[in-house]
């Protein structure tokens, strides 16, 4: 069974930048697809971003595009999620979350998820 460590999160200024990071432990990262979600006071959690087993399998959500960068790097067991032009609606608690399988992240609903970081809080304000 996998499990995260998130880090990188806080309190930045609009237009501002943040890079998450999702060290994985207990089993190696390259075998889920891998996902970022978001989850604001009184929302539903929502998918940010996910990367795929295969390489160059990448999606983002529409506010995300053009800001976010997603990646993996297999040797460090680690996800990323690069977060440039914060806005405010950015806001929240985000959490990695790992696919096992060859399920594909875009399509799998959000509770179907197997393993689950404990999320980490990004505030965007001025």
């Known amino acids: 069974q996998v499990q995260f460590v998130e880090s990188g999160g806080g309190l930045v200024q609009p237009g501002g930048s943040l890079r998450l990071s999702c060290a994985a432990f207990?089993?190696?990262?390259?075998?889920?697809?891998i996902g970022w979600f978001r989850q604001a006071p009184g929302k539903e959690r929502e998918r940010v971003s996910c990367?795929?087993?295969?390489?160059?399998?990448?999606y983002y959500e529409d506010s995300a595009k053009g800001r976010f960068t997603i990646s993996r790097d297999n040797a460090k067991n680690t996800v990323f999620l690069q977060m440039n032009s914060l806005k405010p609606e950015d806001t929240g608690v985000y959490y990695c979350?790992?696919?096992?399988?060859?399920?594909?992240?875009?399509?799998?609903?959000?509770?179907?998820?197997?393993?689950w970081g404990r999320g980490i809080q990004v505030t965007v304000s001025s």
């Open positions: 990367i795929g087993r295969v390489e160059g399998s990448l």
């Open positions: 207990g089993d190696t990262l390259d075998n889920y697809a």
């Open positions: 979350a790992a696919l096992s399988g060859f399920r594909r992240c875009v399509t799998t609903p959000v509770w179907d998820y197997d393993f």
